[in-house]
Nanobody, 118 residues
Framework: QVQLVESGGGLVQPGGSLRLSCVVS????????MGWYRQAPGKQRELVAG???????NYADSVKGRFTISRDDNRNTVRLQMNSLKPEDTAVYYC????????????WGQGTQVTVSS
């Protein structure tokens, strides 16, 4: 079984920063991809930032230049540094990991709330 545990969400004022962390544990095979998604009320879940199977990082246009994704493979951890936060960044943030090589399995974390408000 694979578990993803997220942490680091909370309430922050506009212009502030937060760092989210996601620790992956359990029967971890080859990590194909991993990243962060978010879902705001009434909206679809969207990709915020992620690492592709080739190891390249990609970002949603709305967060480029403000968010940075990083990974620590020794600790099976992926982080999202969020700077210059805006009210429109308010959402539940989810960590996702895709394991395998030919046959891929997707796993999601439970989500962590990020609220940007004055």
């Amino acid at each position: 079984q694979v578990q993803l545990v997220e942490s680091g969400g909370g309430l922050v004022q506009p212009g502030g920063s937060l760092r989210l962390s996601c620790v992956v544990s359990g029967s971890i095979s080859s990590i194909y991809a991993m990243g962060w998604y978010r879902q705001a009320p009434g909206k679809q879940r969207e990709l915020v930032a992620g690492f592709t199977s080739g190891g390249n990082a990609n970002y949603a246009d709305s967060v480029k230049g403000r968010f940075t994704i990083s990974r620590d493979d020794n600790r099976n951890t992926v982080r999202l540094q969020m700077n210059s936060l805006k009210p429109e960044d308010t959402a539940v943030y989810y960590c996702k990991v895709v394991l395998g090589s030919i046959s891929l399995t997707h796993y999601w974390g439970q989500g962590t709330q990020v609220t940007v408000s004055s």
